[in-house]
C-alpha cells in the first residue's frame, strides 16, 4: 500500500543540511510511490522550500514565524505537532542530528508512537518498512520492522544517498499557521565550534587527532590538511580531555558518530570507545607511531611514523593533487 509521508529539512546558515535531502529520499522509499511532503520550519524560509521538491518530495509544507529562528523544544515540538495533526501522514523521517534526536522522540511520544532512531538502510517488503541501525556501539546492526501505526524514524547522515536533483521538478508550497506560546528556552547566540567550517556530521573528509598531537596548537597541522582536502576537523576523547580542542569535536561512544567517506585518524590510540563513532568511516587511514595501536586494527591504510614528520608532508602533497 502507498503512504504519505512527511521528511523534514534542516536549514543551516540559510542552506539545507544534505541530511535533509536524504530524508526525502528515506521518506520516497517508505511511500512506495505514495506522496513524500518536505517539512520546513523556521523564519524566512519558504524560499526554499522548492528545493525539498527538486530532491524529490511532491510538495512542501512551511510554518514560518520568528520563534523558530532558532531550534527550541517547545517551538519546533508545536509546530510539527501542528503540521502532523493538518497532514495525517502515515509517517515522518527526521535526520539524526541534535535537532532530530531531540524533536523526533518528543512528537512521536506526544502522538503515541514508537520510533526508530539512527537508521542506516531502509527496506520495504510489502507492509513491512525494515530500518537497519546500529546497536552495541556501531559493533552489530540489528533490524526493526515496523508494520502498522505511524513511522517516526531518524536516519544516520551520509547513509541513505539523496536523490539526484531535479531542477525541473516543481510543486505545491503551502503554509501552516501555528501560534506557538510558551516556548521555555531563550537562545541568546549561538557559538559555531568547528575551525574549517564544515560540519562534522556529515563531512565526507574528517581529520582527527588525539592526544599524539600533544598541544592545541599543534592542532594548527589538521587544520592545514583540512583546509587541502575540504574535510572537517573531528578529535578523540583524549584530545578533548586534555583541552587541545573543543568537545564539540569529540568523535566516539559519547561524542559524534560519524561516517564519512575518508577518515584520517592522527596520533589516535584507536580505543573502543573512539572506534564506536567512526568504525563505519568507508576508507580509514591511520597515523600512528606505535605499530601495535589498537587503530591499525580497523585501518583500511596505516602510516607508521611520527605524525609531525608526516601530516605536513601529506598537507604539501595533497596541494599538489587536489584542484
Ligand atoms: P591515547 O590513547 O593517549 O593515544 C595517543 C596515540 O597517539 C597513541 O596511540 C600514540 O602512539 C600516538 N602518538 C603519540 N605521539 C605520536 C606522534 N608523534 N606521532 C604519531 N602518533 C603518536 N574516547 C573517544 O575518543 N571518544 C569517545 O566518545 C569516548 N567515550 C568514552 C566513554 C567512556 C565511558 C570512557 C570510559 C572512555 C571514553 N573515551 C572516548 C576515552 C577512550 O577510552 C580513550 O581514552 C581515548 O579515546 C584516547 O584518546 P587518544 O587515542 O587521543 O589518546
Redesign the pocket.
Known amino acids: 500500500m502507498t503512504k504519505k509521508i512527511l521528511a523534514v529539512g534542516e536549514i543551516r546558515d540559510g542552506e539545507f543540511r544534505n541530511v535533509s535531502y536524504e530524508a526525502v529520499a528515506a521518506a520516497k522509499e517508505i511511500a512506495s510511490g505514495g506522496e513524500v511532503v518536505g517539512v520546513l520550519l523556521g523564519e524566512n524560509v519558504s524560499g526554499l522550500a522548492q528545493e525539498l521538491i527538486q530532491y524529490g518530495a511532491d510538495r512542501a509544507v512551511v510554518v514560518e514565524s520568528e520563534k523558530l529562528s532558532s531550534y527550541t523544544p517547545d517551538g519546533y515540538t508545536q509546530a510539527l505537532q501542528a503540521v502532523v495533526e493538518q497532514e495525517n501522514p502515515d509517517g515522518m523521517i527526521f535526520g539524526h542530528t541534535s535537532i532530530g534526536r531531540d524533536a523526533a522522540p518528543k512528537l512521536a511520544a506526544r502522538l503515541d508512537s514508537g520510533l526508530v532512531s539512527d537508521a542506516t538502510a531502509i527496506e520495504v517488503a510489502g507492509e513491512e518498512v525494515i530500518f537497519t541501525r546500529p546497536i552495541y556501539s556501531g559493533k552489530a546492526f540489528e533490524k526493526k520492522v515496523v508494520s502498522g501505526g505511524k513511522i517516526f524514524a531518524t536516519i544516520r547522515p551520509n547513509n541513505i544517498a539523496p536523490l539526484e536533483k531535479d531542477e525541473s521538478r516543481s510543486g505545491d508550497v503551502s503554509e501552516v499557521t501555528v501560534d506557538i506560546k510558551d516556548i521555555r528556552t531563550i537562545i541568546k547566540d549561538v557559538v559555531r565550534n568547528t575551525a574549517t567550517g564544515v560540519d562534522l556530521s556529515e563531512a565526507n573528509i574528517i581529520v582527527a587527532g ?3 598531537l ?1 598541544s592545541g596548537d599543534n592542532f594548527k597541522l589538521l587544520d592545514e590538511l583540512a583546509d587541502v582536502l575540504g574535510a572537517a576537523v573531528g578529535a ?4 578533548c580531555d586534555a583541552e587541545y580542542c573543543d568537545y564539540a569535536l ?6 559524534k558518530v560519524v561516517t564519512p567517506d575518508l577518515y584520517i585518524a592522527v ?8 572506534v ?2 567512526m568504525s563505519n568511516s568507508k576508507v580509514i587511514v591511520a ?4 605499530p601495535e ?1 589498537e ?1 591499525f586494527n580497523i585501518a583500511d591504510y596505516g602510516i607508521v ?4 614528520d608526516i601530516v605536513p608532508k601529506l598537507t604539501e602533497e595533497f596541494k599538489n593533487v587536489v584542484v
Not at 578523540?236 to 584530545?239: E, F, Q, T
Not at 597515523?287 to 606505535?290: L, T, Y
Not at 611514523?305 to 609531525?308: N, P, Q
Open positions: 588525539g592526544r599524539g600533544k578523540s576523547r583524549g584530545a569529540q568523535i566516539g561512544q559519547t561524542g596520533g589516535i590510540s584507536g580505543a573502543i570507545q573512539h564506536a563513532g597515523i600512528n607511531k606505535d595501536a587503530i611514523g611520527d605524525l609531525f
